[in-house]
């Protein structure tokens, strides 16, 4: 994790912050989880095993100065919960290419990395004249684990 927080060290100084320690711990749980979309409630677990002392308020605050750094992603699937996860696509100054499949079975949230809409993007700027700079795709059906057990509930 020493590259990770040498990225990050970069990335808050960068963005005119203090490099703190809260911070860091938060970065840190986020980056640690990267193939899950976590709760405050999650990264605050998390941080508290490196960093007992922390308080659930700080990473509150912390959370919302991440995100409106766009150093993290906040996501919102509609089940009563905003998550976050790792900001890259806004780091690295390339379009967001990371897109979400939700199982409507099980709940569970794949990522999807590609992106299939640069054509329609073009598109619409060429037709419009609108600069699309960002997009959210969120896909709804059935995970393989659950696909078989839906087709096999329907024939029936």
Do not use: W
């Not at 809260?22 to 095993?49: C, D, F, G, M, N």
């Not at 640069?118 to 969120?138: C, P, Y």
């Amino acid at each position: 994790m020493a590259a990770d927080e040498e990225r990050f060290k970069r990335l808050l100084k960068e963005k005119g912050l203090k490099v703190t320690g809260q911070r860091l711990y938060v970065l840190e749980a986020i980056a640690s989880r990267p193939e899950e979309h976590l709760t405050a409630e999650e990264i605050y677990e998390l941080v508290k095993l490196s960093y007992p002392g922390i308080g659930l308020a700080t990473v509150y605050r912390t959370i919302q100065l991440l995100n409106e750094l766009h150093l993290i992603d906040r996501i919102n699937f509609d089940d009563g919960f905003v998550r976050y996860e790792m900001g890259h696509a806004k780091d690295s100054g390339q379009k967001h290419r990371h897109h979400h499949l939700i199982c409507l079975k099980c709940g569970r949230v794949i990522s999807f990395q590609d992106d299939l809409l640069e054509e329609l993007e073009g598109k619409i700027t060429a037709s419009v004249g609108f600069q699309v700079v960002d997009h959210d795709v969120r896909l709804y059906g059935y995970c393989v684990e659950c696909g078989g057990d839906f087709i096999e509930e329907k024939r029936e």
